[in-house]
């Protein structure tokens, strides 16, 4: 199932392919995005916000580059979106909050500056869990997004709508930002690529936090080139390197970690397609590592650091937040000096550990989730980022790929590895076909 449009159906490369041959111009690419969003947006409820003008402009600027045969970069006349906790100018900054709900950017984050810098066009800011803490983008302020391949199920969080957008085709590509797997789980529950960069690969000036300890900006698309195009358009600094000829490491999560059977069936699938690639595979468990516990660490660490960032606004504006956020926030607030330290402390002990477990491998498969996308009326996993917070912890690249399909909903894998290239390389090798929601193939 694909796209009837030629031009949603490109993508990020594709796109830039036709601008090259003449075939489309920006202008006329951005104008089917600015379009879509119209009409199926309504819907969705993945764009809180659209700027027709800039965008146009930018199309504009950018078909004069490519028609003069000067563009800036693979990503000149793109058309982008945004996580609505990512500064760009002229555009709402609120990070899903309703205290912040006015409150319009006046500079552009590092990683956005970076896009416009490549040419990209900016459409619009995209719906996300407020305060980016959780992970079902049910919002309280905004609305919830939902996910397009079924109404009233959640996308996935705190980056929903942009897994969401990106997934109907609302967009070329858009940015996310994860703190314990915040773009991946969207991927992984709308079906389609996310990269979580290396700690430190993607600057997070112009973020409006949740953690600057484990917060960072990664893309969502529909093929592995797509999200290495825009990923390599923000990067800055080296990445590491694997072993030389090293295997490639299979999580055994038995006993540690409650996962879906489709999940379980379709993570085996992805690892007896490597097998039969010729990679070298070998099983590990990671035995001194406790999935519920660290998920727990870094939800304190994000609701005392958060706390911080919105501890003026929780005092200004205290009914613009929800109960359940502020209520987050203020266990955050609670913990003492010491027990902050002792978190810390165990955060840099259990990434040291998960580094040198890894050492020998190339890096490690896992499913992306324990499960698919629920219901928003269904009550939510609180395992959602056992497996997506092992990154995040080590500080390691890692991506989110399709992995099939289990009563219409998508499945998701993710790989782990010492460099982004790697992990997007493995992605693209062992991904299954993205496939298009049905009510958004038009």
């Known amino acids: 199932m694909a ?3 030629p031009v949603v159906e490109a993508g990020v490369a594709g796109v830039t392919a036709l601008f090259r041959e003449r075939a489309v111009t920006p202008s006329e690419a951005v104008e089917v995005y600015l379009s879509r969003i119209e009409r199926l947006n309504p819907r969705l409820n993945a764009f809180l916000a659209v700027d027709e003008a800039g965008a146009r ?3 504009l600027a950018s078909g004069a580059r490519w028609a003069s045969g000067r563009p800036l970069s693979p990503l000149d006349g793109v058309p982008i979106a945004i996580k609505a906790n990512i500064a760009a100018v002229g555009l709402p900054l609120h990070a899903g909050i309703g205290a912040y709900r006015d409150q319009i950017a006046d500079h552009d984050a590092a990683c956005v500056a970076r896009l416009k810098a490549a040419g990209a066009v900016i459409l619009g800011v995209l719906n996300m869990h407020e305060g980016a803490l959780g992970a079902t983008t049910d919002n309280p302020a905004f609305g919830r997004c939902h996910n397009p391949h079924r109404f009233d199920f959640t996308p996935g969080g705190s980056s929903g709508g942009s897994g969401a957008a990106a997934a109907a085709g609302l967009c070329a590509a858009a ?7 915040s773009v991946r789980i969207p991927s992984g529950y709308c079906g389609i690529f996310g990269l979580k960069p290396g700690r430190g690969r993607v600057s997070t000036e112009g973020l409006m936090a949740l953690s600057w300890t484990l917060d960072n900006v990664g893309p969502h698309a ?3 080139l797509d999200c290495r195009l825009v990923f390599e358009a923000m990067m800055q600094g080296q990445a590491g390197a694997a072993p030389s000829d090293a295997s490639w490491a299979v ?3 038995a006993g540690q970690v409650e996962v879906e059977p489709q999940v379980i069936s379709a993570f085996a699938d992805r690892v007896q397609l490597a097998r039969d690639l010729g990679l070298a595979i070998e099983t590990i468990r990671l035995d001194d590592y406790d999935f519920g516990a660290v998920r727990r660490l870094g939800l304190l660490i994000s609701e005392v650091e958060g706390h911080v960032v919105h501890e003026q606004a929780l005092v200004e504006r205290p009914e613009g937040f929800s109960k359940e956020f502020a209520g ?7 913990q003492s000096a010491p027990r902050l330290a002792k978190a810390y402390r165990e955060l840099e002990a259990t990434a040291h550990r998960l580094r040198g477990r890894l050492s020998d491998y190339a890096g490690l498969l896992s499913p992306t989730a324990p499960q698919s996308a629920f219901p928003f009326d269904a009550a939510v996993p609180v395992s959602q980022a056992d497996f997506t917070a092992l990154a995040n912890v080590a500080g390691l690249p890692a991506a989110a790929f399709p992995a099939g399909m ?3 909903l998508p499945l998701s894998v993710q790989v782990m590895a010492w460099s982004e290239a790697d992990a997007i390389d493995l992605a693209d090798i062992l991904a299954a076909p993205v496939v298009t929601p049905p009510d958004f193939a038009g």
């Open 3 to 5: 796209f009837s449009n």
């Open 57 to 59: 402009a930018a199309a």
């Open 175 to 181: 940015l996310g930002t994860d703190t314990m797997g």
């Open 222 to 224: 529909r093929s592995a």
């Open 251 to 253: 999580l055994d999560f």
């Open 328 to 334: 987050g926030l203020a266990w955050g607030a609670r």
């Open 406 to 408: 289990a009563d219409g």
